[in-house]
């Protein structure tokens, strides 16, 4: 009797193991039922034009633009990966690093870079297998254990031991993570439109809506169809993510300009360049599910209420999580690409921010 007492549990942990999985599997399969039925209406209404893409082979002038930095890059010691990054202000000052989301780059946080440079070293970094940073082959290479690494690592050889974390969508949920496994190395914490990671996943298993908006982390568990659905069109998909009334920026918003998904598309036109970007979803439900973890730093989070894939009231349940100073601010009319959106806003609160928690300090 006492034998049977002592397997309950671990039954019991693999039954739950087992039915979690069976539903990761079933939701990766209906959302590749629906690409499947895109990519036929596609081949349908314009068959030539479906499987047409074109590789950009030279860069825009505004990813050279001399204004928003200089193009660095950094060789990590211990996992041996070249990091790309784009740095403003002047060395010595303090550090402000840059997390960008997916599909995005370092020059999503173009109007950051030009603003923040005169009070802050401000290092807008390309994620591991992102742009011109070093792309791993192998998905194991993308767990958010080595993802979280890098930041430590790039932080160390950069000079600096401490620094101003902003992450915004993917890269928030890294900027999370990092402030909860190093805090001593997070001065402030500042996220755009990413609730505390144990939200996120406690919400998206009780919110079928929210679940059904992040259907694309199922979706990408499929290995190269993710990829291939991504280049049909022309990168369809990557253009109206950006421009859609769906899921873009908003009419009254800070649209992008033809120059800006030039850039883009130059970067993620690249053989291979969508590989290494998807492959951080592919770790994700291996780390689930993710320990309660608090912030114990003064952390700024940003959100877009217009968002399409992350539902608002996320954003107010991260407050328990924070114990320090936290302040939210949600914007009515913004959408999920935030700091792209409405950079004047963004920045301003982000001064506010900074600057009130010097005020603090010194009272």
Partial sequence: MARLRARRPRVMVAARALLFWALVYSYCGVCACIAGLRLLWSIGRRPGDTFRWVVRENPPACLNDPSLGTHCYVRIKDSGLRFHYVAAGERGKPLMLLLHGFPEFWYSWRHQ??????????????????????APSHKENYKLDCLITDIKDILESLGYNKCVLVGHDWGGMIAWLVAICFPEMVTKLIVVNFPHPSVFTEYILRHPSQLIKSGYYFFFQMPWFPEFMFTLNDFKVLKSLFT???????????????????????????????TGPINHYRNIFSCLPLQHHEVIMPTLLLWGEKDAFMEVEMAEITRIYVKNHFRL??????????????????????????????????E
């Fill in 244 to 274: 859609s009334q769906a899921t873009g920026i908003g009419r009254k918003g800070c649209r992008l300009t033809a120059e800006d998904i030039e850039a883009y598309l130059y970067v993620f036109s690249q053989p291979g360049a969508l």
């Fill in 329 to 362: 601010t949600i914007l009515s009319e913004a959408s999920h690409w935030l700091q792209q959106d409405q950079p004047d806003i963004v920045n301003k609160l982000i001064w506010t921010f900074l600057k009130e928690e010097t005020i603090r300090k010194r």
């Fill in 113 to 134: 870079l030009r603003e923040f440079k005169s009070e802050y070293r401000v290092v807008a970094l390309d994620l591991r297998g992102y742009g011109e940073t070093d």
